[in-house]
């Protein structure tokens, strides 16, 4: 389901063609693997020393008893009737705008994915000029979606709020912008992948474009599409929840409002409403995960659509905003805003110091989140035969899922009270988000694997820790690798969220320009973000194609 | 295993009973009923804040026979966007916010503000393992010089604006001369916590919020202490939409302006409200109030 380094795949830069070609059989995978690894630890070494600044001091170890007020009350969450009401509708209106942002986006890849397809671009005549133009065609339409794709949720619902205001649709827009952008690409790329024998039939034998995609190509793309459909609903639960902290409502709402009244208690009413919700949509896409058949599908797709018709009834969107004189005319003033960019007051020296912190930050954050992650994964895997393995992992996966469902910038604020201040409490911060993304994620590859070597070795008496390092580590290292390069990228784009704290980079710079609406420069802000990512997305390309 | 459909069924039916069973909250939704949505810029303790403005909301409410709601933002240039958008009707901003907000949107007018605000002043804190001592005169915030220091938001006038001001007076520039870059905490109660915690060694915040913390024992003062408190300036406000008069009638605008001036505590329930925004009563208010304040954005670049 959800087959983290295939999606990795479809949604990296770049035709599928292309990347295939890659760097591929220039140089042997395990050479270019250790070169690749000595980068790696020098990259690290050097985010990590320009972080600690002149003292070298890192832990606040006065910070300690703000950091452990704040776990203690864990045991405490404000259970009062009323709060556990206004938590209810809170959790509703999260999973409604995440269930409508997944629909919008869903909708938008199956829209606009033919025509961003080598299918639909390919030429039907050999002849030069139109061979030139459908080449060109492709390439415009997959840079299209660079931009919305590029600008992370956050930063669209910022805009947005400015034209349509507190409307809802404001945080399903947020969602289905972006994230219609890359299901667009993705399912793009599953239709260039599919068989493509059956459309070509019906094209010969007179069938128009749009017939031969819907009855030559359609059937045999649903399982892959409704599956990364899975994938992104899951993905817009956690954005919806970000949103909310920047307004949009909802559980993230809740839980910041809790947070700036430092009432822990009612703060961790709000982090375990988060684990519930997400416990239920690990639930539902593990069930999903686990077999084809129809049943499955039928039961799912009519909880999706009772689903859809209550999110709508629930965060009643107002229609009418969308078509008033107002907001077109706050569009066009926006617009206006917004371009032309302009440089921050820095000049191009203070916005390449913020690209390189950002990169930094989520350098630092995905190899902490990759390397505990690992650790950790071994541990969560199912599968255990001893019951303290047992509980052992049960506790493993409670921890995984407690600190993806708690947000980066709840993170980034409590990292804040134990870190001194800078870029490295937001990396970390970043870094035990994506943890618990990346430990479950390896711990779904721990279990998939085949346990005879790890075994044979255990029982000739090597301890747990060889075992582990000399017979799942091989087996696994490919995917580890696909699926940490993927978070990378979204890592980088992350880093915009934990400018609440000043943390460093883009985000930073992105947080002062807004006090200031200065539109003109936030605009070369995101586009230097932009480019930020699409560089880490072209080296996790360049690394995969000659680790292969 | 063909019982997991079932199970999953379950599962969700919390989830859908839940998304059924509250319904939209469609008090907000539409321009068209005549719903007076009042705001504030978030400063301080949610709790507070919902508490104080649901008490001029109820006051307003009754002056003015019309339905008020109070919104919530958390976000004080999300609350200047809203107020543009046309989503708020009426907001009590600091300085700095209402300037953004009176310049970017046409025909918003200035109401009233606090008998406080026209002499309104931060405080400077500084963690007490720092030795500064409490100084009387701007020139002694040279103290700060290389140490970790925390703003409250970006956008607070008593958190950022007037105390960066101050810092450029006594030749202490935040971008250079302090350890690291300046932090921005988000609000004045968190400034308070973090240079309490170590996390900054120095910090500055409105008065009002620091006297009500210390008045209210929550804040430990063996670890933080105030070493000055800046010469006055005028900072709160509220401020009106432009759309007032087109939703409530011609001269609602003047109908508000004259129901927040005679809040002045002469009963108990003034009183309460009056004793919530830790002011006396509500005096006028003018643009050229403001003038310097603009004129200290422009410098820092945060008013364009």
């Given amino acids: 389901m959800t087959d983290l380094p295939r999606i990795a795949s479809l949604e990296a830069t770049g035709p599928a063609v292309a990347r295939a070609r890659g760097w591929r059989g220039r140089v042997r995978p395990r050479a270019a693997g250790r070169v690749w690894l000595v980068v790696w630890v020098v990259a690290l070494a050097w985010s990590l020393s320009s972080f600690l600044g002149e003292d070298h001091r890192v832990l606040n170890t006065a910070g300690w008893g703000a950091f452990t007020e704040f776990w203690a009350a864990a045991a405490r969450p404000d259970l009062s009737a009323d709060l556990l009401r206004a938590t209810v509708e809170a959790a509703a209106t999260t999973l409604a705008f995440g269930v409508l942002g997944t629909l919008l986006s869903v909708l938008v890849g199956i829209v606009v994915a033919p025509f961003m397809s080598q299918t639909w671009w390919a030429p039907a005549t050999a002849s030069g000029p139109s061979r030139l133009l459908r080449a060109g065609g492709l390439l415009l339409s997959r840079a299209a979606v660079a931009l919305p794709r590029g600008v992370h949720e956050a930063v669209w619902g910022l805009l947005l709020v400015s034209v349509l205001g507190r409307d809802p649709l404001v945080g399903v827009l947020a969602i289905a912008i972006p994230f219609g952008a890359i299901t667009a690409k993705v399912y793009s790329e599953l239709l260039d992948e599919a068989d493509r024998a059956p459309y070509e039939l019906l094209r010969e034998a007179g069938a128009g474009r749009v017939t031969a995609l819907a009855y030559g190509l359609l059937p045999s793309l649903l399982p892959g599409a409704t599956s990364y459909a899975f994938y992104r609903f899951e993905c817009s639960i956690r954005s919806a929840v970000i949103l909310g902290m920047i307004g949009a409502g909802g559980l993230g709402l809740q839980l910041t409002l809790a947070f700036q009244g430092l009432q822990y208690a009612q703060v961790w009413t709000a982090i375990y409403a988060l684990l519930v919700l997400g416990a239920l949509i690990d639930r539902w896409g593990a069930h999903l995960r686990r077999g084809r058949a129809r049943g499955r599908w039928a039961v799912s797709g009519v909880l999706l659509a009772v689903l859809v018709a209550g999110s709508v009834w629930h965060l009643a969107p107002d229609l009418e905003r969308w078509f008033s004189g107002r907001t077109l005319e706050l569009l066009s003033r926006l617009l206006d805003d917004l371009v032309p960019p302009s440089l921050p007051a820095g000049g191009w020296s203070e916005l390449v110091a913020a690209s390189v912190e950002t990169l930094q930050m989520s350098v630092v954050a995905i190899s902490l989140a990759a390397v505990a992650g690992l650790l950790v994964a071994t541990v969560a895997a199912r599968g255990g035969t001893s019951p303290p393995r047992r509980v052992l992992g049960w506790a493993a996966r409670q921890l995984l899922l407690l600190t993806r469902a708690v947000p980066p910038p709840v993170w980034a604020l409590l990292v804040l009270f134990v870190v001194f201040p800078g870029p490295l409490p937001g990396a970390i911060a970043l870094g035990v988000y994506t943890f618990g993304i990346l430990g479950r994620l390896f711990a779904e590859v721990v279990e998939d694997l085949d346990q005879g070597p790890r075994e044979v070795l255990a029982e000739l008496g090597a301890p747990p820790l060889a075992s582990f390092a000399y017979a799942v580590v091989p087996a696994a290292v490919g995917r580890l690798l696909a699926y940490s390069l993927y978070r990378w990228e979204v890592t980088a784009r992350e880093t915009v969220i934990v400018g609440v704290v000043g943390a460093g980079g883009l985000g930073r710079l992105l947080e002062q320009q807004r006090a200031g609406f200065d539109y003109p420069a936030m605009t070369t802000t995101v586009l230097a973000l932009v480019a930020v990512c699409l560089l880490v997305d072209l080296l996790s390309l360049a690394v995969r194609a000659t680790t292969r | ?304």
């Fill in chain 2, 1 to 304: 295993m063909s019982h997991l459909p079932a199970r999953a069924v379950i599962a969700l039916v919390p989830v859908l009973a839940l998304l059924a069973g509250c319904g939209a909250d469609d008090s907000s939704a539409g321009g068209d009923n005549a719903t007076l949505r009042i705001s504030a810029i978030p400063d301080q303790d949610p709790a507070e804040l919902t508490a104080r403005e649901e008490a001029l909301a109820e006051y307003l409410s009754s002056a003015l026979d019309v339905e008020v709601e109070y919104v919530p933002v958390t976000d004080y240039a999300a609350s200047v966007s809203l107020f543009r958008a046309g989503d708020l009707d009426t907001v009590f901003y600091g300085g700095l916010t209402g300037v953004q907000a009176r310049l970017q949107t046409p025909g918003a007018t200035l109401l009233a503000q606090r008998d406080i605000d026209a002499e309104f002043r931060s405080v400077f804190i500084a963690n007490a393992d720092t030795g500064i001592e409490p100084f009387d005169d701007v020139a002694g915030l040279t103290a700060f010089e290389d140490t970790r220091f925390t703003f409250g938001s970006e956008s607070s006038t008593s958190g950022r604006l007037m105390p960066e001001y101050f810092l450029r007076e006594a030749g202490v520039d935040s971008g250079s001369e302090l350890s690291g870059r300046p932090g921005y905490s988000g609000s004045h109660d968190a400034t308070i916590d973090l240079v309490e915690a170590g996390s900054y060694e120095g910090g500055a915040l409105n008065v009002q919020v620091w006297e009500a913390r210390t008045a209210a024992g929550t804040v430990d003062t063996d670890k933080v202490v105030e070493v000055f408190t800046t010469p006055p300036y005028s900072d709160y406000h509220w401020l009106g939409g432009p759309d007032l008069e087109d939703r409530f009638g011609a001269g609602f605008t003047e109908e508000l302006r004259t129901a927040l001036l005679e809040l002045d505590g002469s009963t108990p329930e003034e009183q309460a409200v009056l004793e919530r925004y830790g002011a006396g009563k509500l005096i006028p208010t003018d643009a050229d109030s403001y003038e310097r304040i603009e004129e200290i954005g422009r410098t820092l670049g945060l008013v364009s």
